[in-house]
């Protein structure tokens, strides 16, 4: 009977160094001193069944040391980590039978559950991270875009910007469309959930954006209107001929049936100091204005509601027109154009 073991469990407790099994033995040596098993687990904060097994293993095997354990295995496999890096390289859910246009850890775990696998999100980012991928914002390219045609385009454009004049400036247009609604985004909040409070009667309505950067001097030009067409355009000619007076401008805008307009050539020969340059067709992404547009979206637009069109254009333009140079140059840059250099 475990009575009679009284001195060995004492001593042994005394002596030992792993803390799980030190306290069994002291529970042991409690219940050798003639108190219930009810009141050594309340006293050791176990249940009573836990109790019962450790009298069972010192009668059966005179220890309370833990089994040696195998370990949990891992959750994935490096067969499933390999058929994870095949699935981001790939990018196509679709193809396997899950409804998304790019692969979260979410469209991950339903990959895995539909195979008959349970896995964590928290274990599908740590495999992501572990084999260095990023979870980031995806860049729209077009399968219509020719990259011969880029690279042509971004060798003369830098032969160009060499051979240029002094007073002549470089700037790249695009046009955008934003609504008065909020966009939801992340941002810090010291409650449950960051709500942003928005009115059904009011931030109704959209604005479209003429914007055009020069990324070598850090400015901005930029128009609201509720139009996009050839005189709205013509008008932000204009503007950018109000700007930069007595100075020669080459405007890189894209392929727009409006940029390509009788109304517009008609300004052109007009105002010979602005010059139209064509971007490569589908290559959005040379141009810096789009940068500006997603830095203005990230920045400004998110998480805010404005009442009217009206208060949504004067805040946009005060935005812009408030953004210091330096930050207007390290957010538009030429950098997608030098990737195209030999």
Known sequence: MIEQDRRVLRELAAHCKDTKEKVRLLAL?????????????????????????WIDKWLTERNAVDHERSGRPPVLTDKDKTTIKNLVEENDPKKHGVNAGAWDTNELQIYFAKRGKEVSRDALRVALLKMGARYVKATITY??????????????FFKNLEAKPRNTVVLFEDEASIACLPRKSYGWTL?????IKVSQSKG???INLFGAVAPQLGEIVQMTNKGSKAP????????????????????????????????VQKFLEKHSSIELRFLPPYSPELNPQEQWWNFLRKKFLVSQCFDS????????????????????QSVCTLEPLYKLLP
Not at 191 to 195: F, Q, T
Not at 249 to 260: K, Q
């Open 191 to 195: 409650a449950k959930r960051l709500v």
């Open 204 to 206: 109704r309505g959209r």
């Open 232 to 263: 709205v355009f013509v008008k932000f000619l204009n503007k950018i001929l109000q700007k930069y007076k007595n100075k020669k401008v080459w405007l890189y805008v894209d392929n727009l049936r409006v940029h390509h307009s009788s109304l």
């Open 309 to 328: 069109q009206h208060s949504l254009a004067l805040s946009v333009n005060s935005f812009s027109r408030l953004t210091p140079p330096e930050t207007v």
């Open 143 to 156: 399968n219509e875009a020719d990259l011969q045609k880029q690279e042509e385009f971004a060798g003369q």
């Open 29 to 53: 040596h409690a219940i050798s001193k003639g108190y219930t098993q009810t009141s050594v687990a309340e006293i050791f904060c176990v249940d009573e069944s836990t109790i019962h097994n």
